[in-house]
């Protein structure tokens, strides 16, 4: 009969190293990883901005100061700030339907939600042009009542909200099962009820994860170009976002205007993975207890 001896904590701790690779093939892999990094990400990252101030600050500013270029930079800051907290909503109540509940095509509800990551952004901004054009059904409808959807902000919207809205949702499917439903149960248990129970329990065991998604959200909700370019009808000034501003400058070989507004974008983009990092330095022992690492 095979006795099960208790495992003690000194053989519990053995490491074992993960590769067997001498330090020459890491040193060798790290430097390959690093050079395609360079070349693919740092160097074209730094020639935007060497191109945006090649004719120096004044140049740069007025480029970003110019009517059209104001327009863009609003418009972009109003579709993402109309974007992505309802992309939240959506992610959360999804997260917390996929997460919690049991029910007949949970799996086909899981796809959809995944479908944009599948699906060009110029096929979702063609679906909402056949969808509300004049020649649709809903179109004259909306025309007779004075709404505007192609080629005016609702759609510009409509469209960056269909290819973001998978980022805040799966950033907590995971993370949501991974948690289970014990403590939502317990809460219950105590008598709290179904609004208590998500905003004193489940949002604090999520808050993490709903932020990483936010962030996500909101880098690509500025830079989306396909499914706004199909749906904004190019208007400068009135539809124009700025990576649409930015390929219309370019296409006027004004290089240095094109430049510095995707200099701008850039500079979003950083932001945004500056707080992503943060976060991770202050927080890393919380979002990694909240992710069950």
């Not at 309802?86 to 095509?105: D, R, S």
């Not at 709404?147 to 805040?168: K, S």
């Not at 995971?174 to 219950?188: I, V």
């Not at 909700?221 to 649409?244: C, D, K, Q, W, Y």
Request: aromatic share 12%.
């Amino acid at each position: 009969m095979a006795l099960d001896l208790p495992q003690t904590e000194s053989s519990a701790k053995v490491w074992h190293p993960a590769t067997t690779e001498s330090r020459a093939a890491r040193y060798a892999l790290i430097a390959i990883t690093l050079a395609f990094l360079g070349l693919f990400l740092f160097m074209p990252l730094v020639s935007v901005f060497v191109e945006a101030f090649r004719k120096g600050p004044a140049e740069y500013f007025a480029a970003l100061l110019e009517p059209d270029a104001r327009a863009a930079i609003r418009l972009t800051l109003l579709v993402a700030a109309t974007a992505v907290p309802l992309n939240l909503i959506f992610g959360v109540v999804a997260a917390w339907t996929i997460a919690k509940f049991e029910f007949k095509g949970k799996a086909f509800l899981t796809t959809l939600i995944d479908l944009p990551f599948s699906v060009s952004p110029v096929i979702s901004g063609l679906v909402y042009v056949l969808l509300f054009s004049s020649h649709s059904v809903l179109g004259p409808w909306l025309k007779s009542h004075g709404i505007e959807v192609l080629f005016a902000v609702p759609g510009i919207v409509l469209a960056t909200m269909f290819v973001t809205f998978p980022f805040v949702a799966r950033e907590l499917i995971p993370l949501m099962q991974h948690q289970g439903t014990t403590d939502e149960e317990a809460a219950l248990s105590l008598g709290a009820n179904g609004w208590q129970t998500f905003w004193h329990v489940t949002l604090p065991n999520i808050k993490w994860g709903l932020l990483y998604g936010v962030l996500l959200c909101n880098a690509r909700a500025m830079g989306e170009f396909g499914a706004v370019s199909v749906v904004s009808g190019h208007i400068r000034g009135l539809t124009n976002t700025m990576p649409l501003h930015v390929e219309i400058l370019y296409n006027e070989y004004n290089f240095v205007a094109a430049f510095a507004v995707a200099s701008l974008l850039a500079l979003l983009a950083l932001v945004t993975l500056v707080l992503k990092t943060l976060l991770e330095l202050k927080y890393g022992a919380e979002l990694r207890a909240a992710s069950g690492h």
